[in-house]
Every structure is written in structure tokens, then in C-alpha cells.
């Protein structure tokens, strides 16, 4: 049970909690991420739509520059978004896997079989589903837009459903979700790949190398982190790879150790706060007041030792990813002009691969190896969870939208087909949440049986 005074002990009281305390406390909320994202979406459309649209479009259009001495990187606002502002989006998704694999649901096979076969199924059903309707035609390079999942409004979605949802099924869609953003990764390096700079691509295994060497040697810095991790951003850049596979690498050699363990920390920490509460007997204020900030920075440095660096930049860029980062994505790619001709668009085949692959393939695919991995004894149907919750979902799975917006804007070049892709999965992305949402609202009170469909 939270305990309010502990959380008070964080938040003393100021003037400006008056003001900041609702922001503080939507934040926190589970679904508080994915409403912004949604808010953004429909500024984004609304915008997209009225007599100003002209500067929505020339607003991302517009030139940026930065430049140090004879170096110099000029783009559109939308490229520095798309390769710049989303490589911290896909580095604090490779902390989430780093830590899934080492210490979370992904850390034991027999643990992990269940939502990386649902994973794999929400993967490739939807992939074929589109490539089987495109197959051919130029269409067929936006065959992996359906395959992601978009975690932020999956779980939004779920978290809307309050606290009757089984805390199992919470942790297996979170774990679908991460498998799911590490194949799309593997997807854009692999296959959204342009020529090769195999210079470049050489420089960034070195920067990338040195990153692990510094982790081996202790070294636990953030800054030091951030200044290779910008290197090998540049590397990546340059190199023909899409730059922002550089954040998920850069999040792979992040230190995940404890310096000490919970043992030895509690009995420092005793110590410490011992010394804070008996250290000032015959001092002045003045000398009592700087042993204690002495003792206080070494309590700190204590914690730091216990916590390590992924665990502490996870937490810090959290909240940029969830209330700027995504949402600025959102704002600069899913402004689309809905006009007389829209239905028509989602009637093209890359548009109709895009919302069968969403909505038909990701339940089916997910439901589906899910049930095969359990049938054949490799993984077990979580305690508490009824087949029809995790059918359900498989429904939310099917929400796809911001990686599936980014792979998008990686398949298509031009704007035909990219306005195809994008309102299928701003439809798609529509359907599965609303249909996933009212058969969870449904089944989620149903309590669970052994065996129970």
C-alpha cells in the first residue's frame, strides 16, 4: 500500500504545488501518455483540415540548421523529428528491452514463450495479410507498417479500464509490446535500409565499441554515455542505416549492475543516517549544517551505487518520451487532409493491407501463437487471465500507430502512398482500440477458470 507521507517526502511544500501539483498528478497517470499522444493526433488532423493548413505544412517543412564552425546539418524540421528527436524515442525503447531481458518477462524462456509467440503472430499475420494484397505492385515495401504495436495507447487504452484488469494481463501486453518494438527495430535496420557508407557504418561500430568497453571498465556516467551516444548517432547518420537504430544500440551498452547490494546499502544507509543524527554535538550550526550536507551526498552517491544507470536514465527520459517526444511525432506526421476523396484512398490496396493487417491480422496472430505455445506445453496462460482477455488484447495490439507511422514515412517517398499508409492506420488504430476497449469492458469482470475460453 502507498504511503502518503513517504510520497510527501518528495514533494515539500511550495507556492508553485499549487499550480504544478494537477500536472504532477496527471503524469502519473497510466493513461496520462497515451491521452496526450490522442490530444496531438487530433490538433494534428484538426489543423491539417482548416483554412490554415498552409502553415501546418510549411511549419514542418521549414528549414533548421545547426552548425559549429566548418560542420554543419541543415534539414527540415520534419527530418529532425523523424532522425533526430526519435532516436531518444528508440533509445529509452532499448532500455525497456535491455531490462525486460536481464531482470523483467523476458528474462526466463519458459516465461518469456508466451507474449514473444503472441509478438512473432501479431508480426507476421499482419505482414503476409499485406504483402498477400500488394504482392507485386510498389506497394509491397510498406509491408512492415502493420506490424507494430503501439505500446503508449495500448496500454492508455487498457489502463481506461481501471483497476479490475488483471495485473497479468497488464504485464503481458507490456512484454507483447517491447518484443513487438524490438522486431520493428529489426525490421527498419534490416529491410528500411538505404546504400550502405560502409566507412561511416565502420566508425559507428568502433564509437559503439568503445561505449561497451567503457561500461566493462565501470565507467557509470550518463555524460559520457551522451557524448558517444551523439557520435554514433552522427556515424549512424552518415552511414545509410537509419540513424535511429544508433538509440537502441546506444541503450544496449548502458551499465545495468549495482555497484552493491541491497544489504550492503541498507547497513550504509543506517550508518549514515546514524552520523546525521549524531554528529552535531558540540559544533556550530555552520559545521553541523556542512556535515550534514557531507553525509547527504554520501547517502546519495550511496543510492546511485545501488541504482544502476539504466535503471536511472530509463526513469528520467521517460516522461520526455511520453509527454514531448511522441507527441511532437504525432503533431508533425499525423496531420492528413481528410477530404471528399479520403474513402477512396482507404480503399487503394496499401491502405487496405494497412487496416486488415492492424485489425484482422493482430488479433488473430496474437490469439493464435498464443494458443499454440500453450497447447504444446512451452508456456502457460497466466494466472487470472481468460483466453477471450487475451483475444481482447490482441485487439489493442492492433493499435499501431506511432511505429507504424515511422515505418511509413521509412517505405513510402511519395505522398500519394504515403497518405494511403497513414490514414490506415489512423483508422485501423481507431477500430481495434474502441472494439478492444468494449470486449475488455466486457470480459474483464468475468473471473478466470482453469482451461476457460
Known amino acids: 500500500m502507498p504511503n502518503p507521507e513517504a510520497e510527501s517526502w518528495s514533494r515539500p511544500r511550495r507556492p508553485i ?30 489543423w491539417a483540415n482548416s483554412p490554415w493548413r498552409e502553415s501546418y505544412h510549411d511549419l514542418w517543412h521549414s528549414e533548421l540548421t545547426i552548425a559549429i564552425g566548418s560542420f554543419k546539418l541543415s534539414s527540415s524540421l520534419h527530418h529532425w523529428i523523424n532522425d533526430g528527436l526519435m532516436v531518444i524515442f528508440f ?72 483497476d479490475a484488469v488483471p495485473l497479468p494481463l497488464k504485464v503481458f501486453l507490456t512484454a507483447l509490446a517491447i518484443v513487438d518494438d524490438l522486431g520493428a527495430v529489426l525490421v527498419i535496420a534490416v529491410f528500411y535500409t538505404s546504400d550502405l557508407n560502409l566507412t561511416a557504418l565502420l566508425l559507428g561500430a568502433l564509437v559503439l565499441g568503445a561505449m561497451f568497453l567503457l561500461n566493462y571498465l565501470g565507467v557509470r556516467s550518463p555524460l559520457v554515455y551522451f557524448f558517444f551516444g551523439v557520435g554514433l548517432w552522427l556515424c549512424f547518420l ?71 544507470p539504466l535503471h536511472r536514465l530509463e526513469h528520467a527520459w521517460h516522461p520526455w518520451q511520453a509527454f514531448f517526444i511522441m507527441p511532437v511525432f504525432a503533431l508533425a506526421n499525423a496531420g492528413i487532409e481528410i477530404g471528399s476523396g479520403f474513402l477512396g484512398t482507404l480503399a487503394e490496396r496499401a491502405a487496405l493491407g494497412v487496416i486488415l493487417g492492424l485489425v484482422i491480422g493482430k488479433q488473430v496472430g496474437v490469439t493464435l ?44 517517398q511519395d505522398e500519394e502512398h504515403l497518405l494511403m499508409a497513414k490514414g490506415g492506420i489512423l483508422v485501423a488504430s481507431l477500430i481495434a482500440g474502441v472494439i478492444g476497449y468494449v470486449l475488455l469492458r466486457r470480459w474483464i469482470s468475468q473471473p478466470a477458470e482453469a482451461g476457460a475460453s
Open 17 to 46: 504545488d499549487v499550480i504544478v501539483r494537477p500536472f504532477q498528478e496527471f503524469a502519473h497517470g497510466a493513461a496520462s501518455g497515451g491521452i496526450v499522444l490522442l490530444a496531438c493526433t487530433i490538433v494534428a488532423l484538426v
Open 91 to 162: 533509445f529509452v525503447v532499448g532500455l525497456e528491452i535491455k531490462r525486460e531481458v536481464l531482470a523483467g518477462e523476458l528474462s526466463s524462456l519458459r516465461q518469456a514463450m508466451l507474449p514473444i509467440a503472441a509478438a512473432v503472430g501479431g508480426m507476421m499475420v499482419p505482414a503476409l495479410i499485406y504483402a498477400s494484397l500488394n504482392f507485386g505492385r510498389p506497394e509491397i515495401n510498406g509491408w512492415g507498417i502493420p506490424m507494430a504495436t503501439d505500446i503508449a495507447f495500448a496500454l492508455g487504452v487498457l489502463a481506461l479500464l481501471g
Open 238 to 308: 552518415a552511414s545509410g542505416v537509419h540513424a535511429t537504430i544508433a538509440g537502441v544500440l546506444a541503450a544496449m551498452a548502458i551499465p545495468a549492475r549495482t555497484l552493491i547490494d541491497e544489504e550492503t546499502y541498507l547497513k550504509r544507509v543506517r550508518f549514515l543516517v546514524g552520523q546525521i543524527e549524531h554528529h552535531n554535538a558540540g559544533q556550530s550550526p555552520a559545521e553541523a549544517r556542512s556535515q550534514t550536507w557531507t553525509l547527504a551526498s554520501n547517502l546519495a552517491h550511496q543510492s546511485e551505487c545501488l541504482l544502476p
Open 369 to 412: 501463437f498464443s494458443w499454440l505455445v500453450v497447447k504444446m506445453g512451452w508456456a502457460a496462460l497466466p494466472a487470472g487471465v481468460t483466453w477471450k482477455q487475451i483475444y481482447g488484447a490482441g485487439w489493442l495490439a492492433g493499435i499501431g500507430f506511432t511505429m507504424s507511422l515511422f515505418i511509413a514515412n521509412l517505405a513510402f
